[in-house]
């Protein structure tokens, strides 16, 4: 290209994408999106006709928001890992199309993708953040511009709810008061950025709390938000051992959870004292599934990927549930369009705005009934050579089929210091997440799953969270919600495995993902890993290539 020419080509696509649409709404948006939110909210109780712990959760102000506005059933992220779900997420792509942010650790932004935030800015929005939106990775928080946009002077104890508020009460201070020093913080941060607004232009604000990741303390569901354990008791997934244990874990996950209701409260009680309310779009989000527990985060069940999403509407209907797949990077463009902004092309997501702007309940587009998700590398050292346990799923309303590409690798990591006469001691199962398995969090029921899988009873348990996996996975989930019993070698199902099987890599291959069309892929060599000319991947790609 002439470099005369460069710098007028470069103004000349910012500019088209960036032409207005004139019947743009041009809504102040309001995003939260909480580290490690799984779909858990009261909004959810008995959405999917059976017990769950949505049963046990107290969410009034996310609830507040489903009344007044959608409830989205069947939501998914592209990724059940922070960074490469970001990418996805900011981008509207997929997140196997973000270069180097499909990866979580060794994550570098690449600043040619355009992002959404940084289109509004363009388009007239003044925006912000608080708190975490695109990281492990270099620069942090880059799509959104950094810290430029920055609103945490305040403090960040909405980081880790309970790890700050426990000390507190364990001083003398009493949990109200705790509390109210960590949502005085959230107030602050969100008032600053307020106080930036400009006549006559919208905003965009980013709260991305953290503190549904691990680490939290134990026993601080009880202790701050009053949750019994063993009112958890046959509300667990069928994957969790339904042990004291178990159970304490996954209630202090859900105190977590209320945490982000409380901060949701303070951020709904400013709209309101600021008049803004009316005019805001409120969006409600998290990353993906539950951390430290089977088929949570970094896997493709639903378990993993499915996640709440919950949106109050200016001007729209109230008490409405949409049953319409929907995915995280469908955020992209509907932000863009509220902004007027062009979206750019060979986006993954689709713009909602068909959807929040009905009044009608249920299936509202008969073609949102697929979601492609997939991951490549989570924790860098999990495996030698720093090598990814890549997978790609597709999910429809009768089925999950999952496609695992290296099955002779460790699905959540090496077992590391797990052998099969030595276990670590119980504290570091709990806290160190990289001296086994290092895809799943420490955590309380990671250790306990290690420490009782020689237990006749349990180890079944142990194989499905640990185990190796098959090249392919099917579950028929109108039977088997919890996905417990793969088909794939099942030959009543073999015509169903062979259809979404299809579907699924001609999608890969349509959208260019480099796990299908590269041989060998990118994400088996440098930078995506270490592992190099040593790489078994490499070594067979190039004994094909010679051929």
């Not at 309380?444 to 020689?454: D, N, Q, V, Y």
Request: hydrophobic share 35%; aromatic share 10%; with cysteine.
């Amino acid at each position: 290209m002439n470099p005369v020419l460069t710098p007028f080509v470069a103004l000349l696509a910012i500019f088209t994408t960036l032409v207005r649409a004139e019947n743009a709404p041009r809504w102040n948006i309001l995003f939260v999106f909480a580290d490690d939110w799984g779909r858990y909210a009261g909004c959810y109780k008995g959405i999917d006709g059976r017990p769950s712990m949505n049963d046990v959760i107290t969410t009034p102000n996310v609830d507040r928001v489903a009344r007044e506005g959608i409830v989205f059933k069947h939501a998914f992220v592209n990724a059940p890992s922070c960074t490469p779900c970001r990418s996805s997420l900011l981008t509207g792509r997929y997140f196997f199309n973000c270069n180097r942010g499909a990866i979580l650790n060794g994550a570098v932004w690449d600043d040619s993708i355009p992002t959404y935030p940084l289109m509004l800015l363009d388009a007239g929005y003044v925006i912000g953040k608080s708190h975490k939106v695109w990281s492990p990775g270099t620069p942090a928080d880059a799509p959104i511009g950094g810290q430029k946009y920055a609103f945490e002077k305040h403090g960040a104890l909405a980081q880790h709810f309970s790890n700050n508020v426990v000390p507190m009460v364990k001083g003398g201070m009493s949990v109200a008061d705790a509390r109210q020093k960590v949502l005085d913080q959230v107030r602050g941060n969100f008032d600053d950025f307020l106080a930036t607004r400009q006549p006559g232009k919208p905003w965009h604000y980013f709260f991305g709390p953290t503190t549904t990741h691990r680490m939290w303390v134990k026993g601080s569901g009880k202790l701050l938000w009053g949750i019994e354990p063993d009112s958890l008791k046959v509300k667990l997934p069928a994957f969790l051992p339904d042990v004291p244990e178990v159970r304490e874990d996954c209630a202090d996950y859900l105190g977590e959870c209320q945490a982000v209701d409380a901060f949701v409260g303070v951020l709904l009680k400013r709209l309101e004292e600021t008049g803004e309310a009316d005019h805001t779009l409120v969006v409600l989000s998290g990353d993906h599934g539950m951390p430290g527990v089977p088929e949570g985060k970094c896997n493709l069940y639903d378990m993993g990927v499915r996640v709440p999403l919950v949106m109050r509407v200016p001007g729209g209907k109230g008490g409405r549930i949409v049953e319409d797949f929907v995915r995280l990077p469908d955020l992209a463009p509907t932000f863009m369009e509220i902004g007027g902004v062009k979206p750019p092309e060979n986006l993954y997501g689709r713009s909602l705005m068909p959807l929040i702007q009905s009044d009608k309940s249920g299936v509202l587009d008969a073609t949102r009934d697929w979601v492609i998700t997939g991951r490549e590398r989570h924790v860098a050292k999990a495996r030698p050579g720093n090598l990814p346990y890549p997978m790609r799923s597709i999910h429809t309303p009768d089925y999950v089929y999952i496609r695992n590409f290296e099955p002779d690798r460790w699905p959540m990591g090496s077992p590391g210091a797990v052998t099969a006469d030595s276990t670590p001691a119980l504290d570091e199962l709990e806290h160190n997440t990289q001296i086994a398995f290092a895809d799943m969090d420490a955590s309380p029921t990671k250790a306990w799953l290690i420490e009782h899988r020689h237990d006749p009873q349990w180890r079944s348990y142990y194989e499905m969270a640990f185990g190796k996996r098959v090249m392919e996975e099917l579950y028929d989930i109108r039977k088997d919600p919890d996905q417990m019993n793969n088909l794939a070698g099942n030959t009543d199902f073999a015509k169903v495995k062979a259809q979404l099987a299809k579907r699924l890599m001609d999608e890969l291959t349509r959208a260019k993902d480099p796990r299908v069309v590269e041989n060998p892929p990118r994400f088996e060599q440098p930078p995506f890993t270490d592992a190099g000319e040593d790489n078994p991947r490499m070594k067979k790609a190039k004994q094909q290539q010679a051929k």
